[in-house]
């Protein structure tokens, strides 16, 4: 599976997606600088975890008017896969790739711990190794991760299945609406989750929860 992770000022997980992936697949993913203007042949490309421009503004708003966001925004119009994870999210819905915002956690406070999460969508490129139902463990590491969309298009990403991981066991650490820790856009080729899986996929690191994820990508690419 070939990679590509983009990194702006500010990125601090993209170290781990880069290490976790090379570690998974075997390819250590390609590095791609925010300033550059197209990404390369990719079967996935990732927006990693961070404070992009120090969140200035608002998560993300900064980052998802970078140069390269244009290029991405084509190449998932054209069908590639697009993981956001955390700032990555928030990056994806600034962007207008993905349904929904990030608000600040409703207890406004910062959120470093782990969580349960419920796959509630087994049937995408980013959960097919899971089974439906199935309950994991996963870090999480933010100030805005309130998933928040109106009712219109709660209603329509719940119908759609977009929904693909949910906070479960009453661990839903900043507020999200029906609990959703992860959603991809209507075409199911772009997901963004708040939780970071890449923080978890080697005994060193306490579980290897978080593997499922990217060996469902590398399933999905081969």
């Excluded at 990194?7 to 781990?16: E, L, Q």
């Excluded at 708003?61 to 993981?83: E, F, H, M, Q």
């Excluded at 109106?150 to 650490?173: C, H, I």
Aim: charged share 20%; aromatic share 8%; with cysteine.
């Amino acid at each position: 599976m070939k990679t590509a992770i983009i990194v702006f000022p500010g990125s601090n997980r993209d170290r781990d997606m880069f290490d976790s992936i090379e570690l998974i697949t075997g390819t250590r993913p390609i590095g791609v600088w925010h300033t550059e203007a197209t990404l390369p042949d990719a079967d996935l490309i990732v927006v990693p975890g961070g404070f992009s421009y120090g969140d200035y503004l608002r998560s993300g708003a900064i980052a998802a008017r970078s140069p390269i966001l244009k290029d991405l925004v084509k190449k998932a119009n054209a069908g590639v896969s697009v993981l956001g994870v955390c700032n990555g999210f928030q990056i994806l819905t600034e962007a207008g790739l993905l349904p929904g915002v990030l608000m600040r956690n409703a207890g406004l406070n910062f959120v470093c711990k782990e969580v349960m999460l419920e796959t509630v969508n087994e049937a995408t490129r980013f959960s097919k190794t899971f089974t439906k139902g199935q309950v994991w463990r996963c870090p999480v590491a933010h100030h805005d991760g309130n998933y928040f969309a109106d009712a219109e298009t709660l209603k329509q990403v719940e119908g759609n299945g977009q929904v693909v991981f949910r906070y479960a066991q009453s661990t839903n650490p900043n507020g999200s609406l029906n609990d959703i820790a992860g959603v991809t856009n209507a075409q199911g080729n772009v997901l963004g989750m708040m939780p970071h899986p890449e923080n978890l996929v080697e005994d060193l690191q306490g579980g290897t929860e978080g593997r499922l994820l990217f060996e469902s990508l590398a399933a999905s690419a081969a």
